[in-house]
């Protein structure tokens, strides 16, 4: 909307500029053929100070937008997120179910099809319960292309981070030394009633990860939700991508909402890296 006392001055100008003299009736005045070259520099300056004047604020309901569109997302993360739990005994999903029958590890996002690099969900034990959808795993204030994607995959899998530090420690596959090696099927994944705090707790976060090689600071999608400390990879991934620095989370009571910093430090300035605690405890582990 433009402001009531911009609209008035605007009109005042165009006016003056049209009569010629203010005051001067009009069928007084000669007929203009068109614009002087001065009245058409007053009338551009106007229109370009009421830009400058809307802008900040048609900038500030858009970036609104993708903030209200990314905790919808994970609103609806949170409903599959219980009807799973309801047919698991509220059982958290593996993050890396081992591969499926191309050889291809599978994420809790899905796996990647060799053949055109494409993401299929249907590998996945989670997605399933959001009917495939990753749209529901895209953030819009990080798109496809604002970042190198961590996998070789030709779309996008998933700028939000699964808490698999705490809720899956033990389905966590990989070789990687300080981390388990179990089979996820065993059980041993974490059960939503364990949690003590489940409303502070992180279940899916903002993410991302950075690089810097040859000093070049690169930043990748993280799938995994990094803790404070006691990770054998320890970097920051919760990404304060909103405005205000704010970053966005689904907890493990279904529900979602904006956190800013709690005392902990952003640790990578330029790429808005850091933790929102000092510790662990509540949102990162219990």
């Known amino acids: ?3 009531p006392h911009g609209a008035r001055l605007f009109l005042s100008v165009f006016s003056l500029c049209l009569c010629g003299k203010k005051n001067v009736p ?14 058409l520099l007053v009338v551009i300056s106007i229109i370009a100070l009421l830009v400058s004047i809307l802008m900040p604020s048609l900038q500030g309901a858009k970036e609104q937008a993708k903030a209200i569109q990314c905790l919808a997302n994970l609103r609806n993360l949170g409903t599959g997120m219980a009807v799973y739990h309801g047919e698991n005994n509220g059982i958290f999903w593996p993050y890396n179910q081992g591969g499926d029958s191309n050889g291809q590890p599978i994420y809790f996002w899905g796996s990647i ?24 795993l895209a953030c819009p204030n990080q798109p496809w292309g604002s ?5 070789s995959a030709k779309e996008p899998t998933t700028n939000y981070g699964y808490n698999a530090y705490y809720l899956n420690p033990d389905g966590y596959r990989t070789s990687t030394p300080g981390r388990l090696y179990r089979d996820p ?4 994944q974490k059960s939503n009633p364990a949690i003590p705090d489940p409303a502070r707790l992180f279940v899916f976060n903002d993410s991302a990860m950075y690089w810097k090689p040859a000093g070049v600071s690169i930043l990748q999608n ?5 803790p404070v400390s006691g990770n054998a990879v320890q970097q920051p991934t919760t990404h304060f991508r909103h405005r205000g620095d704010r970053t966005h989370a689904l907890c493990a009571d279904g529900h979602a909402e904006r956190f800013g910093l709690e005392g902990g430090p952003i640790l990578v300035p330029e790429q808005k890296l850091g933790f929102v605690g000092t510790e662990n405890n509540p949102h990162y582990a219990q």
């Open 26 to 39: 009009l069928e007084k005045t000669e007929r203009s053929h068109g614009f002087t070259l001065i009245e």
């Open 222 to 226: 993280s799938t995994y939700l990094e």
């Open 185 to 188: 099927t065993t059980g041993m």
């Open 113 to 136: 099809k060799p053949a055109d690099k494409r993401v299929d969900t249907s590998t996945s034990a989670f997605m399933a319960y959001i009917g495939g959808n990753l749209n529901f």
């Open 1 to 3: 909307m433009i402001p």
């Open 147 to 151: 970042y190198v994607p961590q996998a």
